[in-house]
């Protein structure tokens, strides 16, 4: 018998024209229907371009018809008229996708103090290993620390184009906050300004040709994250996680939040996982496999671990973080084990 959810996994093989995410994924799909060896399936785009209409319709006509036992297929593609002379608008209307950029990939914690930039730094870095030219953006505001973690201090420079060009670190590009501010200067800003300095990220920011860009977001579910799912169309979030139940509790708010945009969940994981003493003794302090079930019950991918290595952070104090300075090390294989299997997903 064909089902809903194998007429929904058949779709989402099906990327948006011009974009990397997938029709299920970007909401469009609305209804499916499965009667017996009939199948019937409503999509609605925001965009108001007949070709991706069309493109999208035989796509999934011929998807669908490839299931085992499926005999009639009908696929309704519903869109709001053009107005004249304009463009179709993206899968969301506020966004609109950064040229150069093939990948946008957002790292996220429900609380702080989880280790969340750590992760993105040395995740930025484990992707560079594997040869994928790589940005990586700070949008935590407030407590920028990615400018100290991946070693850069330099201002930005203006291109001819008067854009801002993000200084390297280890051979990522990097932007932040903390690379405009001077000193330890703090930033006293309400919301609309959060807003405005995120989409000014992506669109004052010369970026160049990119496999993926990372954007470490602030802990919670405000305006940093909300501004980043509407203004640049995500391929998904990375959830990052300690084992115990009150970064847990939060971690499913923040899974919740990235399913209501529409942005996969790519995965999560489990840092601070254990450590070993000198002798050998595994202890684990926040418990363990708190991250790897909570990927069970969310039905999510569970990346990997991290335990606690004292070199983690020693290289991200120094500003060379852990897969640069050691890469051979236990620690850093962890990073790259992440790494490689984010790498995987989104071939």
């Known amino acids: 018998m064909i ?54 319709k035989s796509e999934a006509e011929q998807a669908i018809k490839a299931l085992a036992g499926v005999k009639h297929v009908h696929v309704e593609v519903n869109q709001p008229q053009a107005a004249p002379g304009a463009a179709g608008a993206t899968p969301w209307a ?35 290993q594997l ?44 932007m932040s906050m903390g690379l405009l501010l001077e000193g330890d200067q703090p930033v006293i800003w309400r919301g609309p300004m959060i807003v405005k300095t995120i989409q ?25 994250q909300l501004t980043l799912c509407q203004t640049v169309p995500l391929d998904g979030g990375v959830v990052v996680t300690t084992p115990q139940e009150a970064s847990l509790g939060v971690v499913r708010k923040g899974i919740a939040m990235f399913q209501k945009v529409n942005v996969p969940i790519l995965g999560i994981v489990e840092n601070m996982s254990f450590f070993t003493t000198p002798t050998g003794e595994r202890v684990e302090i926040f418990g363990h496999g708190g991250g790897q079930n909570e990927a069970k019950r969310q039905n999510v991918p569970f990346l990997g671990e991290v335990p606690l290595f004292k070199e983690i952070r020693e290289a991200g104090d120094l500003g060379v973080p852990v897969v640069v300075a050691s890469p051979a090390s236990a620690s850093a294989q962890a990073f790259i084990r992440i790494a490689t299997a984010l790498n995987e997903k989104l071939r």
Not at 9 to 24: C, E, F, H
Not at 105 to 117: C, E, I, L, Q
Not at 212 to 223: K, R
């Open 200 to 224: 000014q990220f992506f669109s004052a920011v010369e970026w160049g040709a990119l496999d993926y860009l990372l954007v470490d977001l602030p802990p919670g579910t405000g305006d940093a």
């Open 131 to 174: 040869g994928r030219n790589v940005g990586l953006l700070d949008c935590d505001i407030y407590g920028p620390s990615i400018p100290l973690m991946m070693g850069v201090h330099a201002k930005p420079t203006i291109s001819m184009e008067e854009k801002m060009v993000p200084p390297l670190g280890h051979g990522i590009k990097v």
């Open 94 to 128: 506020q966004q609109s996708k950064v040229p150069g950029i093939t990948r946008i990939v957002a790292v996220a914690s429900g609380k702080g103090g989880v280790g969340k930039s750590t992760v993105a730094a040395n995740l930025a870095c484990g992707l560079k």
């Open 3 to 56: 089902t809903e959810d194998d007429v929904r996994n058949v779709l989402k093989a099906i990327k948006y024209p011009g974009y990397s995410r997938d029709i299920v994924s970007f909401g469009l799909v609305k209804q499916v229907a499965v009667k017996e060896a009939a199948v019937s399936v409503v999509l609605t785009l925001t965009s108001a371009n007949p070709e991706a209409a069309r493109q999208l």
